[in-house]
Every structure is written in C-alpha cells, then in structure tokens.
C-alpha cells in the first residue's frame, strides 16, 4: 500500500527567506506525486504535481519540487517565503494506474515570520 | 480551469437530523468523485469513492448506511449525513477526478457543526 511521510508539523521560517518542505513517499511503483496548499476552511488548491517527464517540477506561487526516485522524496521548495504563504501544506500520491484515490500525508503548517 | 462547487460551505444541524452536501462539477464531466473527512489540524482521510451511475465504494470503518454517497450524474455528486452526532462534526471535501490525465479538481469544503 501507498503512504506518505511529511517531516515536520510545523516548518518556521522569516520572509524571504528559503522554504523547504519534506515528502517522502512509499510504492513499489514510482506513483504521481502532488502537492497541495490549503487555507483555514477551504478546499485544497494545487500547487504543482509530477507524473512523468522531467523530474523537477515548476508550480504556482513559485514553488517547486523535485522528484527524487533513488531517495523515493518529492520535497517542496521556495526561494523566498512571502507571509501569504502562511499555509497547511499536503504532500500525496496516487497510483499510476489512472488518477485513483489520493493518499495524502498528515501535513506540514508554514509559518512565516516578518 | 476545472471547478467544482460545494454546497453549502457550512451548516449547523440538531443531533438526530440529517444534512445533504452536494458537489457539482461546472465545467467538465466528473466520472469519479472521493469524498474526504477532515478533523482539525489533522489530514484528509478518504471516505469513500463514487462513480458515476454505481454504487460508492466505502473505505474501511466508514459506515455506508450513516455516510449516503449519490452520484446519479456525471455532475453532481451527494453526501447525505444521516442521524447526525456532534462526533459527525467534521470539514467534508469532495473531489472529482475525469478520465484522462485531468488529475483532481477540489471543492471548497463544507464546515459541519452538529450540536
């Protein structure tokens, strides 16, 4: 079965500075990897997703993730954290085998300090 | 892009009645929708997955009697709680996949408080 790993419940960084958030997954086949944003009471936005081609993969907002099969990670990244960026963040994977169910990670809330 | 709008974005409700939320896809055919619970600060755990003119599939430990899940069309889809207890108080999001490499279209979530 699939399952995702996110390190961290909490990630603190200042403005401007470097966001990293982790993601580690499990499958015996490389399966398509998202990552998600979602604000106090409202539904999950995309921000990027990977399912095949090129492994570092661009998103909204500038954030990017880079899809690591030999560390089986799919860590999300941003250059420099605005405080809009203040947010829960879900990593999650589904199965190759068309757009099935998602198994999401327990989460990571960004905290961006001024 | 693909939207799909979830109604209504809360709801209270006595203990014992029962409350329908619906998801509708706007803009495309939704020939799959999942249905997530989620507890504060806590992750989404899937419910249950519809597809369209079939019976949902329930995950295991959902009870498929209290949680009715309707998909009679290819846009819309509904969540019946029935016999609602304040434990039921929960954020219930959908979310419709299509066939093709659509991915997945998420609707804004419904606050349910039952008291």
């Known amino acids: 079965a699939q399952s995702v790993t996110q390190l961290g419940s909490h990630v603190s960084v200042s403005e401007g500075a470097l966001v990293l958030l982790r993601c580690n997954y499990s499958s015996s086949v490389p399966p398509y990897l998202f990552w998600y944003v979602q604000y106090p009471n409202q539904g999950l936005q995309l921000l990027l997703k990977y399912t095949t081609g090129a492994t570092l993969v661009k998103g909204i907002n500038g954030f990017e993730a880079e899809f690591k099969k030999s560390e089986t990670s799919f860590h999300l990244t941003k250059p420099s954290a605005h405080m809009s960026d203040a947010a829960e963040y879900f990593c999650?994977?589904?199965?190759?085998?068309?757009?099935?169910?998602?198994?999401f990670g327990t989460g990571t809330r960004l905290l961006v300090s001024p | 892009g693909a939207v799909v709008s979830q109604h209504p974005s809360w709801v209270i409700c006595k203990s014992g009645t029962s409350v329908k939320i619906e998801c509708r896809s706007l803009d495309f055919q939704a020939t799959t929708m999942f249905w997530y619970r989620q507890f504060p600060k806590q992750s989404l755990m899937l419910m249950a997955t519809?597809?369209?003119?079939?019976?949902?599939?329930?995950e295991q430990g959902v009870e498929k009697d209290k949680f009715l899940i309707n998909h009679a069309s290819l846009t819309l889809s509904t969540l019946t709680v029935t016999s609602a207890h304040p434990e039921d108080s929960s954020f219930y999001i959908c979310?419709?996949?299509?066939?093709?490499?659509?991915?997945?279209?998420f609707g804004s979530g419904t606050r349910l408080t039952v008291v």
């Open positions: 519809s597809n369209e003119g079939s019976k949902a599939t329930y």
């Open positions: 999650a994977v589904s199965d190759r085998r068309g757009f099935q169910k998602l198994v």
């Open positions: 979310s419709a996949t299509t066939t093709g490499e659509g991915g997945y279209t």
